[in-house]
């Protein structure tokens, strides 16, 4: 390699660094012209999706098609952090950030007449997961077995969507106390504590592909690279548990006797949302439930077709589309069954009446956050040090991956081979790659995703910010050493962070 020339450097740092403020600029103009707006009477329902850029096109497409919905964005394992284990005594996983240690656990009751028929379906599919990783089916395996390979690919071929609890998951022996607590804290930090709609949605979501190492890259990052299904019903039988309200209102946190908490995943890939639980929906409720069906596929649709385009599928006729995307899920040979977080490039913690109505194009994590409600700043601490750090980690491992393909990127995805279930490699040798396959940043003709560094928006007064940085100096250095930009949206302006002072962009 030759050897690196500091002018050189310099120069594309600087066009770099202007890349980056043209966008921010745009989207800082756009932020501070949306006027504030006075809060809604009883919403006709309200939908908590993850912060994750996919959900800024839905939730987008539900409030269009439903007006008087509320939407609210939150880190998509809803506050609460738990290590599941599966039916069939499978392996315990975290399901939440990473930065955290789940508190409680977990598990996913199974009928006493299915016990046996899960465990031996769980260990034959631990042991076909083993082989596959192993040395031997890599691809002289597939050549020398040819024809008899192909029924396991056709199994995988017949995935019907992100793998999901099949029955409602449970708390494993957590009293009521611990119960109450991660209730109240998923609803303070997501600001949603009055004014509760009749029905209220919590929505995960997880991807759906066949055939891919780097799955889980496409589901929840916020509940360990897993679908977000066990977090969502987690919270609404915490949510919907008499016992639980009681002590809530006990704090001061009343919700309504007739709201009603439900559970769904949204699946990435096909833009279609699975709702769970619904025997355990009032009949009270029964037009509110089919409304709110009706409004999500109808969202779905709309979903898909805005995204058609960037699939290589906008000059399929309308009536075509939705089989189109869909088809896609369940392609073994489909190295791009959807786009992922390609393309993310911003972060904005706000009320959504800021945001509302703005084409953000998927690239956008959208927080709920009501700066006047948070006197402490607790949920300003939280949200800086935990969500944003994600969002960064994510925004970096794209950024990295498009900048420096060969060295941070993990190569051509039809070439992989897994390796021990720890990493791929390119081929049948080298060196383990790292970060993400060419085929998540590449359509095949040109780069989809614009590497620029993550750009976080606050919707709280600048002193306020900076005494968050101050108290949590590793994430003030995100910004400090330019890892990270960030804004403070302040009435009516946009103020661009510098160590040193604010500044009007």
């Given at each position: ?339 992922g977080l390609a393309n993310n490039a911003a972060f904005i913690a706000a009320p959504r009446c800021r945001t509302a109505g703005l ?59 897994v390796v021990g279930g720890l990493g791929v490699l390119e081929g049948n040798g080298g060196d383990l790659k790292v970060g993400l ?69």
């Amino acid at each position: 390699m030759a050897p690196a020339d500091p002018a050189r450097h310099e120069v594309l740092a600087l066009w770099q660094s202007a890349f980056e403020t043209g966008y921010q600029r745009r989207l800082a103009r756009a932020l501070a012209t949306r006027a504030a707006r006075a809060a809604p009477g009883r919403p006709v329902a309200q939908a908590i999706f993850c912060i994750d850029v996919r959900s800024e096109v839905f939730r987008r497409h539900l409030e269009a098609a439903l007006p008087g919905v509320q939407t609210i964005g939150f880190a998509g394992f809803f506050g609460f952090p738990v290590a599941h284990q599966p039916a069939g005594g499978g392996e315990v996983a975290s399901r939440c950030p990473v930065l955290l240690v789940p508190p409680v656990a977990s598990t996913e009751p199974l009928p006493a007449h299915e016990a046996d028929a899960a465990i031996a379906a769980q260990a034959e599919a631990s042991a076909w997961q083993a082989f596959q990783n192993s040395a031997a089916s890599c691809f002289s395996f597939v050549e020398t077995v040819g024809l008899a390979f192909g029924a396991a690919l056709g199994r995988a071929r017949r995935a019907a969507g992100p793998a999901c609890a099949r029955v409602a998951p449970a708390l494993a022996s957590a009293p009521l106390e611990t119960r109450a607590g991660l209730a109240a804290g998923a609803l303070r930090n997501m600001g949603l504590t009055r004014n509760f709609a009749r029905l209220v949605l919590v929505c995960g979501h997880g991807s759906q592909s066949a055939n891919n190492p780097h799955a889980s890259s496409l589901d929840c990052g916020a509940c360990g690279g897993h679908a977000g299904d066990v977090n969502a019903r987690l919270a609404v039988a915490t949510l919907n548990d008499p016992a639980v309200r009681g002590a809530l209102a006990r704090q001061g946190l009343v919700i309504p006797a007739d709201t009603h908490f439900l559970a769904g995943l949204h699946n990435t890939t096909t833009d279609d949302v699975v709702l769970f639980d619904l025997k355990s929906v009032p009949g009270t409720h029964l037009v509110d439930l089919v409304n709110l069906r009706l409004t999500l596929a109808r969202a779905g649709a709309a979903a898909r077709r805005e995204r058609a385009p960037g699939l290589g599928l906008g000059g399929l006729p309308e009536d075509q589309i939705d089989g189109a995307v869909r088809a896609r899920a369940a392609d073994i040979a489909q190295v791009r069954p959807e786009w992922g977080l390609a393309n993310n490039a911003a972060f904005i913690a706000a009320p959504r009446c800021r945001t509302a109505g703005l084409k953000l194009d998927g690239r956008v994590f959208l927080h709920d956050y009501d700066s006047a409600a948070d006197a402490d700043s607790a949920v300003l601490r939280l949200i800086l040090s935990a969500p944003v750090v994600v969002a960064s980690w994510i925004n970096l491992q794209y950024y990295a991956s498009r900048v420096d393909p060969e060295r941070s990127g993990a190569g051509n995805k039809a070439l992989h081979n897994v390796v021990g279930g720890l990493g791929v490699l390119e081929g049948n040798g080298g060196d383990l790659k790292v970060g993400l396959p060419l085929q998540s940043i590449h359509d095949g003709e040109k780069f989809v995703h614009e590497p620029r560094r993550l750009a976080v928006y606050i919707e709280a007064p600048p002193a306020k910010i900076r005494a968050v940085l101050a108290a949590e100096p590793a994430v003030r250095q995100l910004f400090d050493h330019g890892w990270l930009h960030l804004w403070a949206i302040d009435g009516d302006r946009c103020l661009k962070y510098d160590p040193e002072a604010w500044r009007v962009m």
